[in-house]
């Protein structure tokens, strides 16, 4: 369990200097991340994403439109990064996947955070988590067809030869909400609860700055009680 603050980022940031590019950059997740990662020194951040709405973008940051499934819009991106964080879908996300892959091993760029679900280890989706998925408005049909879709995203990245870390956060609560946030390995039952915005910006911005962990492994991310 961990609990940290922007502070702590900056002391780790004066030990290196990093380009981060955010795919996806525009979706909720995507600015809750760029707001955290901002104002850090040493980080040089690239936004990609297909348009830019109600987002405040720093002159030192770097901004790209592109689509995510084309390869050169990718290529133009990707060069020179050192990680790259992917929020892309949430739906048919092998689109997403196989040129992403594809164009990061043609780069040598190699560090990829991909953000999938927490349930992609389970062989079924539970009635728990079911019931659980009504109440942040997906039916049984929508969340089987999601989970289903988001393991065939992960097994692509997996299959690749980059060095990954499959982002596995609980239910999103799309609010500002802080609470102390849990990782656990993969194949660990999860302990937390759905996550907000903001705490999962956290843990993922906590993450994003330690590229050398869950290397080649999945990270369970979800709220304590």
């Known amino acids: ?12 940031m004066e030990e ?7 795919l996806g950059a525009f979706g909720h997740l995507g600015k809750a991340v760029y707001q955290l990662l901002e104002p850090l ?5 690239t936004l990609f994403g297909r348009e830019k ?12 439109f592109g689509d995510a499934t ?20 949430p739906f048919h996300v092998e689109t997403f996947a196989k040129p992403l892959v594809e164009t990061m091993e043609k780069l040598d760029v190699t560090r990829l955070f991909w953000t999938t679900q927490f349930q992609i280890r389970q062989d079924e989706v539970t009635e728990e988590n079911i019931a ?3 109440t942040f408005g997906f039916d049984e049909e929508m969340e089987r ?3 289903a879709n988001q393991k065939l ?65 999945g990270v369970i991310i979800s709220a304590a009680e």
């Open 132 to 134: 659980l998925a009504k």
């Open 153 to 217: 995203g992960a097994q692509i990245i997996e299959d690749s030869s980059l060095d990954y870390t499959l982002l596995m956060p609980h239910f999103f609560k799309y609010d500002n909400s802080i609470a102390k946030v849990i990782l656990q390995d993969e194949d660990e039952t999860v302990e937390g609860e759905p996550i907000s915005i903001y705490s999962l910006a956290l843990g993922l911005v906590y993450l994003l700055l330690r590229p050398e962990l869950y290397s080649k492994k």
């Open 70 to 89: 084309n390869p050169e819009d990718l290529e133009d991106a990707l060069r020179g990064q050192d990680v790259v964080f992917s929020t892309l879908g």
């Open 41 to 45: 020194p040493n980080v040089n951040l």
């Open 145 to 147: 067809t999601y989970v």
């Open 53 to 64: 709405e109600n987002i405040e973008v720093a002159s030192t940051t770097k901004v790209i």
């Open 16 to 22: 290196l200097e990093m380009n981060i590019i955010i």
């Open 1 to 12: 369990m961990i609990n940290y603050t922007i502070h702590f980022y900056l002391q780790r």
